[in-house]
């Protein structure tokens, strides 16, 4: 894993998100890294989302991690998430229920065969179109 077209620095919410969505919209899996300076992508998040006992998104059902602004009612749905999943009239997705469909599109894309967590990258270069890390 040393050079690459599409460089993304994290693997939280927002790291992931673009990583997802470039895969949706038909990326090359070859072409990608994500860095993070954790182990585990969206670490940080489920840290600082249990901290504080978390239990519903504030944000509504149609943002998540996917292009699909579907995906993530799809995947309740697919998986049989029972209504208390989605919290009042603008259904507010529980915490858990993110967090699985996140996992489960990381695991789909095989979004791991091109992550870099907890490791250094000593130098960064750009030549032409192509990343080395």
Same mark, same amino acid.
């Given at each position: 894993?040393?050079?690459?077209?599409?460089?993304?620095?994290?693997?939280g919410?927002?790291?992931?998100?673009?990583?997802?969505?470039?895969?949706?919209?038909?990326?090359?899996?070859?072409?990608l890294?994500i860095?993070?300076?954790?182990?585990?992508?969206?670490?940080?998040?489920?840290?600082?989302?249990?901290?504080?006992?978390?239990?519903?998104?504030?944000?509504?059902?149609?943002?998540?991690?996917?292009?699909?602004?579907?995906?993530?009612?799809? +995947?309740?749905?697919?998986?049989?998430?029972?209504?208390?999943?989605?919290?009042?009239? +603008?259904?507010?997705?529980?915490?858990?229920? +993110?967090?699985?469909?996140?996992?489960?599109?990381?695991?789909?894309?095989?979004?791991?065969?091109?992550?870099?967590?907890?490791?250094?990258?000593?130098?960064?270069?750009k030549?032409?179109?192509?990343?080395?890390?």
């Amino acid at each position: 894993m040393e050079h690459t077209k599409l460089l993304i620095i994290g693997a939280g919410v927002h790291g992931m998100t673009l990583a997802i969505s470039y895969m949706e919209q038909g990326g090359c899996l070859e072409e990608l890294i994500i860095v993070d300076r954790l182990t585990d992508p969206l670490s940080n998040w489920k840290q600082q989302t249990s901290s504080i006992s978390m239990s519903h998104l504030r944000s509504t059902r149609v943002h998540h991690v996917s292009s699909n602004p579907h995906a993530l009612k799809q +995947f309740a749905s697919r998986y049989a998430y029972r209504s208390n999943h989605f919290k009042d009239t +603008f259904g507010r997705p529980s915490l858990e229920l +993110f967090n699985d469909h996140a996992d489960s599109s990381w695991n789909a894309y095989r979004l791991d065969e091109r992550f870099l967590g907890n490791e250094q990258v000593m130098t960064l270069r750009k030549d032409g179109a192509h990343y080395h890390a």
